[in-house]
């Protein structure tokens, strides 16, 4: 059985919608505003605006970074929490599908995300309503609407068919980039802000014909012309000198006398437009709220300053994402009110490339008592050792229970007098 007609099982909680229902105009507004122009002359749609480096490299790295940041499931235990396997933990940590990993799913999900603005993943469910499956949607094809009753229902037409289905809300994850203001529409960072893309498209445009002119800048030429005629040859004239020049690998051309060719527009040093390249890198930055160092801009960076860099991403970039998903994956695969269980990354991926520091912040959370030597080595994926579950405290890293009795003992002395302070 293959994905599609697992989509379209009749089973799950999905009705049927007529499929001469004709377009709305909200779909065909989404489809026709990818090809929307620009002051620049460009057109900025999802695959033009991948072919900046910077657009493309902020895309790549954020929903990578989150793809591959560890997702469990918790059970609330004893006043903490306790990681839960096996079911809906292994959809999301191994596989969504028979056919899709938890990676490839997430990176696929936050791909959309942050170039069309939205993604959608279908739940598929057991007879009980447990999920069992993940598939995602192509956003392009799925209308959101919204009912008499205040109730979301998504309409989802799969590419290269016609078949309409129509599934509840309860039934979809779906992660915007921003909402509009009916709640139903998105707000796409790429079309949102064309205008600088376009910039950044046509910048890149503009050095790479001035190369292929062999690197020669625009030249006016200046002479005595008898009339237009005589200038438009002798344009001619000039512009296939050079051609043959730079063909031929010559590095001068004659010109006759009289006549002098002049430079007209940018000096060689800025026909590669390096200024304006950096600021479009700048102003991507900008709308995914990176730190230029992400997307490779070490222009201002230096060793303090790019240390505070990774501290802005991880508090202000990342935590953000991480809860809007976390609290649509509680929602719609754990249920709401169901407070004893939920989903949560674990962000201490992050600290895995720094071996050092993950030492370092594993031995003072042994030291302090936060961690036991065997939940550390857990976090490691290493072999528990005996008598490595219990807690320890700074100093001489005596057990916890050790501590206690001592404690435990000694106010007993002073209970019965022997401890107190002599008369004398």
Known sequence: MNILNRIFRPEVRSHEADSSEPLTDG??????GTFGGTASGEVVNEQSAMSVPAQLAAVAFLSGEIASLPLHVYQKKNGGAQKVGGGLSDLLAYAANDETTSFGWRQYMLSRVFTGGRSFTY???????????????????????LGADLRKTYHYTA????????????DIIDIPFLLKEDQLTHLSPILANKEALGLAIAATKY?????????IPPLVLQGA??????????????????????????????LPVGFEAKQLGFNPSEM???????????????????PPTFLQDLTNGTHSNTEQQDLHYVKHTLTRWLRQIEQELNLKLIGRGKKSRYIKFSVDGLLRGDYKTRMEGN??????GQLTPNEARAMEDREELEGGSVGYIQGANMPLKTQQNATATSQAKVDKGDGGASDD
């Open 27 to 32: 779909w065909f507004s989404r489809i026709m």
């Open 123 to 145: 739940i598929e469910r057991s007879p009980t309503g447990y999920p069992v499956n993940l598939f995602s949607l192509t956003p392009s094809g799925v209308e959101v609407k």
């Open 159 to 170: 590419p290269g068919t016609s078949r309409k289905v129509v599934y509840d809300a309860a």
């Open 207 to 215: 050095g790479a014909k001035v190369f292929q002119n062999g690197g």
């Open 225 to 254: 012309f008898a009339s237009m005629e005589t200038a438009e040859r002798a344009s001619n004239d000039l512009h296939a000198a050079m051609a043959k020049a730079y063909k031929q690998g010559r590095q001068a051309i004659a």
């Open 272 to 290: 590669q437009l390096v200024e304006l390249q950096r600021w479009c890198v700048e102003q991507i930055a900008r709308v995914y709220s990176l």
């Open 363 to 368: 031995a003072k959370a042994i030291a302090t």
